[in-house]
């Protein structure tokens, strides 16, 4: 059993031994083996030194036993690392940031506390997943539905804490939009409830997001502040029908007529969901050296050759799924109005999708071409980003997304400064994937590197994506989350006026853990014992 940075052996047996005097000896975990469980999956530091490791685990249930422990961490100042239930595979999983700290694993505060159909929210623990919460609400036959990311199984308030996003309606797709109210044990051990939920016997919690006076929520997101023992989240009132169609254009100057269409219709709440824009043309260029290297171009006799063949072959330059939620006459109107304004685009072409009425069988379900669309969780994607599926040696994958604007121009843009990015560091060990809009009025771009058992592979792979990060921050788009590797990279580049927002950052962690126990390096901010190391 290794010992945390900084603490004596004799005063880490002893906080493990107080650790066990408040959840049981069973739920404290140091062997080896027991340990090892709580490693990356997708490291890509993987068999180097500097891969980020724990010395021990511990696993409470109730919001008093993690005061208990924060209390006794800070006592012997032990380093902890809150997860859900650490599976946050791509971003750093549920290994700290801080080698040596000790998890505090959140799995077995589970409960689903309330569900309330008439105002559509619900109020969890960190270990309720997306499937959990789904399956609590199918078996009661309530009429609202949940907003998964690609995984299932992960936790609705860890996702939300880092920012991530989903498909269905705004503001549900934005999982920190959408939630609610929260309890939270802060690094010094106090219990503290935002908004509402500081008014005793509050009847409002988990509807106004707001209560009075300063709105703190914020800064326990992406954050190391606190642990977030119960949040609000509000849910989707399950809509009278669901209906989408997919645009396609020819030409390489497509996409920005194509853009701003999507944003008229999002902005003004026509379209009351996300997108899925795509470049076919990407793919089927895929194995045409010279047409791949015409893709990060802009000489105007390349693009021309990208031009003639996507004529040539009928091959979309580019392509966008509108979805639209609501009763059936209004969604068939929005889509009626979205064909009318793509059409203006030369050569358009519109293609009828999907329709539903809702509820819907089991039977129609299990044929959903995309299940998030319709708030039913699934585990699919790992079917392209997990082991093995990008060759027999692959152990995963991890993601740099960084944010751009919505517009045709910045996507062009980005496309090329990217993918010069990668031809000169190698191609051979990311894929590019064309923007979504997970948010309105932005894209967010996902380069996904494939993390190897190679440490001479992986460091190829930083090396590549500090490069991103760099590149980037160049050109004004940052990273709106990332790997735990490379946190401090990525926080380093938001640093107008001499890096005075990271200033702020460590002045709140300051006051509000003033040992530092909690989470140290996570999104950037250090306790100031750490700092200058």
């Known amino acids: 059993m290794s010992v945390p940075p900084g603490v004596s052996e004799r005063d880490f047996q002893r906080a493990i031994a107080r650790f066990a005097s408040v959840v049981g000896a069973d739920w404290v975990f140091t062997s080896d083996e027991d340990v090892a469980l709580y490693r990356d999956a997708y490291s890509p530091l ?35 690392y809150p997860i859900s ?11 700290p940031v801080l080698s040596g700290s000790v998890v505090l694993d959140l799995k ?24 959990d919460l789904y399956r609590h609400i199918e078996e009661r036959g309530l009429k609202v539905w949940i907003d998964c ?8 308030i860890g996702n939300a804490l880092d920012h991530g996003v989903g498909y ?13 109210g929260l309890e939270v044990v802060t690094g010094d051990g106090e219990l503290v409830r935002t908004g509402m939920g500081a008014l005793p016997g509050a009847r409002t919690w988990q509807q106004f997001k707001y209560g009075f006076g300063p709105y703190l929520d914020g800064i326990f997101s992406q954050s190391n502040f606190g642990v977030v023992t119960k949040m609000g989240v509000w849910l989707m009132p399950q809509p009278e ?11 390489h100057d497509d996409i920005i007529p194509l853009v701003d269409h999507m944003n008229y219709v999002m902005n003004t709440g026509l379209q009351n969901a996300g997108t899925n824009l795509q470049s076919p043309i990407r793919f089927a260029a895929a194995g045409n050296p010279e047409l791949r290297a015409a893709l990060a171009s802009d000489d105007p006799a390349e693009i021309a050759k990208l031009n003639a063949f996507a004529r040539e072959r009928g091959v979309p330059f580019y392509s966008n799924i509108f979805k639209f939620y609501g009763p059936e006459e209004v969604v068939r109107a929005q889509l009626e109005y979205t064909r009318r304004r793509l059409s203006t685009i030369p050569g358009a072409r519109v293609r009828d999708g999907a329709f539903y009425r809702f509820p819907i069988t089991a039977e129609q379900k299990a044929a959903v071409r995309d299940p998030q669309d319709l708030g039913i969780p699934t585990l699919e994607t790992f079917s392209i980003g997990a082991r093995s599926n990008f060759g027999p040696a692959t152990r ?67 090396r590549t994506f500090s490069k991103l990060v760099e590149v980037a921050a160049e ?32 002045k709140i962690k300051d006051a509000v853990d003033p040992n530092g126990v909690l989470s140290a390096g996570r999104y950037g901010i250090w306790p100031k014992h750490l700092r200058k190391a």
């Not at 724990?54 to 100042?77: F, K, L, M």
């Not at 505060?109 to 309330?116: A, K, P, S």
């Not at 990311?149 to 609705?156: E, I, N, Q």
């Not at 062009?412 to 560091?425: A, D, P, T």
């Open 108 to 131: 077995r505060m589970n409960r689903i506390l309330e569900v309330d159909e008439r105002n559509a929210y619900a109020l969890v623990e960190p270990g309720v997943s997306y499937f």
């Open 475 to 506: 050109h004004g788009w940052g990273e709106y989350r990332t790997h735990t590797a490379f946190m401090d990279e990525c926080a380093a580049a938001y640093s107008f006026n001499d890096h005075a927002l990271r200033k702020l950052h460590e």
């Open 149 to 156: 990311p690609d995984p299932g199984w992960g936790s609705v």
């Open 85 to 95: 239930t650490g599976r946050n595979l791509g971003y750093g999983g549920s290994a």
């Open 396 to 462: 995963g994958h991890l993601g740099f997304s960084p944010v751009i604007p919505m517009r045709g121009e910045a996507v062009i843009e980005s496309q090329r400064v990217f993918q010069r990015v990668l031809q000169e560091f190698g191609t051979d060990v990311a894929l590019l994937v064309f923007p979504q809009s997970y948010h309105p009025r932005t894209f967010v771009i996902l380069c996904m590197f494939y993390v190897m058992p190679d440490p001479k592979s992986n460091q190829a792979v930083r």
């Open 46 to 80: 993987v068999g180097e030194p500097e891969e980020k490791v724990a010395s021990a685990a511990v696993a409470p249930d109730s919001a008093e036993q993690v005061r208990e422990i924060v209390r006794i961490a800070n006592e012997y100042r032990i380093p902890l």
């Open 168 to 180: 269905t309606m705004n503001p549900y797709r934005d999982h920190w939009g959408a939630q609610c």
């Open 241 to 251: 029908a669901y209906v989408d169609c997919t645009v396609e254009v020819f030409g």
